[in-house]
């Protein structure tokens, strides 16, 4: 499995949790949208597309089913995040 293309939205709100939104695909065919880039106690992660049930309870619509594939899509989603970052900075300089 590839991840072929990633596109970050930087979210501008301090304070909040919810650093970004990510839209990811899979070997040019399969496409995700709505991961989140979220910051926690122990730092950045990767919240896979939900959904509230009527309990509150949210639950993933999308997930990998393994370590590997979890690996792979997170450092995927962190690089464009850490490059979307870099260029707001360097547009933000100018």
Do not use: W
Request: hydrophobic share 40%; glycine share 4%.
């Amino acid at each position: 499995m590839n991840i072929t293309d990633v596109r970050v939205k930087l979210v501008d709100r301090p304070n909040q949790p919810v650093k970004a939104k990510a839209t990811f695909t899979i070997d040019d065919c399969f496409v995700i949208h709505d991961a989140k880039v979220m910051e926690g106690k122990a730092g950045l992660f990767i919240c896979m597309p939900c959904k509230r049930l009527g309990t509150g309870e949210r639950v993933d619509i999308a997930h990998a089913l393994n370590n590997e594939t979890r690996e792979i899509i997170k450092s995927a989603i962190f690089e464009a995040y850490e490059k979307a970052l870099a260029e707001s900075s360097d547009s933000d300089a100018e």
